[in-house]
């Protein structure tokens, strides 16, 4: 594999995880956020994990070491001039994502591949951008993403196979093993995942269990791993409505029509686990209770 760096758009929940995983894998890294905030919040979490990850001996004193100092966090755009791929992870919204791929654009090397992480907005109207849409693809990582082994590759209609092939490679790389989507809302998993969230939010708002009912449902029923309510704050709840609202709108379908409960939740602040509060509560203990803001609903 030839790519030796990787320019990371937005240093938030996403774009954190796969700057770690890059670097935890020894290829250069860079953060790029227009939040110095975000950056600094970024830095200290990623050097939160690798240290719970060496004291529980996962990894030696070190690799961490050796992680973190192949991270660069930056502030300016135009940074990205010599990395080999560069991988959007801003907010889920396209006009804010077309804007950013016109900033890459400008400051990208030719053979650079470049590539979002969105979760449901289509690849090939994002690469329509580009003078050559060849270059661009979709690498879609999963929360959290150093822990998480799979990777979906979108190919947009006019992605190039050089471009699919490079995302390939960089996936596996990374530890992936890696599925190819083909362009439609959601791809393959939030196709199949998202509406399913979605009904958990009519559940919780027809009052059908309580939010530690339905979480235990999915846990002890299906042998999921988190409930669909605690896996929505892991996401977190703006993400949700926004992929939601692009299956509702490019499918049409009024099954996908997102829970009114999500839009509440977004217009309340109840953003999940990154705002302290979501369907639970999450204390400064670790611990998490159900929202009683939610719960009064009943
Ligand atoms: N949250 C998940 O579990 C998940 C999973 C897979 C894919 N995704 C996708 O990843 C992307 C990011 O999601 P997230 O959960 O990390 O969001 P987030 O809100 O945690 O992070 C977004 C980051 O983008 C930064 N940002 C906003 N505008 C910017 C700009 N103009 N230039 C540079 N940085 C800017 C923000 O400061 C923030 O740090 C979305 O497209 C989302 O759909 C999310």
Do not use: W
């Not at 919040?41 to 996962?58: C, D, H, Q, V, W």
């Not at 809302?185 to 958990?200: D, K, Q, S, W």
């Not at 409505?241 to 009024?254: C, N, S, T």
């Amino acid at each position: 594999m030839n790519v030796k760096k990787v320019f990371v758009v937005g240093a938030g929940f996403m774009g954190s995880g796969i700057v770690e995983n890059v670097a935890a894998k020894g290829l250069q890294a860079v953060a790029y956020d227009i939040s110095q905030a975000q950056l600094d919040k970024s830095k200290k979490g990623i050097t939160k994990n690798l240290e719970r990850l060496a004291a529980k001996g996962k990894i030696q004193e070190s690799d961490k070491d050796a992680t973190l100092s192949r991270i660069e966090y930056v502030t300016d755009i135009s940074a990205c001039k010599d990395a080999d791929v560069v991988i959007e992870a801003v907010a889920e919204n396209k006009d804010l994502k077309i804007s950013i791929m016109r900033e890459i654009e400008k400051y990208a090397k030719e053979e650079a591949v470049i590539a979002s992480n969105t979760s449901s907005i289509s690849i090939t109207s994002l690469g329509s951008v580009f003078k050559n849409p060849e270059r661009f693809v979709g690498m879609h990582f999963f929360s959290p993403v150093p822990r998480m082994p799979l990777m979906e590759i979108v190919r947009g209609y006019q992605t190039g196979d050089e471009a699919l092939s490079i995302a390939k490679d960089l996936g596996e790389f990374l530890g992936k093993a890696c599925i190819i989507a083909k362009d439609e809302a959601g791809f393959i998993v939030n196709r199949m995942l998202l509406p399913m969230l979605n009904e958990a939010c009519f559940l919780v708002e027809r009052g059908i269990g309580t939010i530690e009912e339905i979480d235990t449902g999915c846990k002890m029923g299906l042998n999921h791993p988190m409930g669909p309510l605690e896996l929505m704050d892991m996401i977190g709840i703006d993400v949700e409505l926004a992929v939601m609202e692009v299956l509702h709108e490019e499918i049409g379908d009024p099954k996908y029509r997102p829970a009114v409960s999500l839009r509440r939740m977004v217009d309340s602040g109840f953003l999940g686990k990154k705002a302290g509060i979501g369907f639970y509560v999450y204390h400064e203990d670790g611990t998490k209770t159900p929202n009683p803001k939610l719960l009064k609903l009943r």
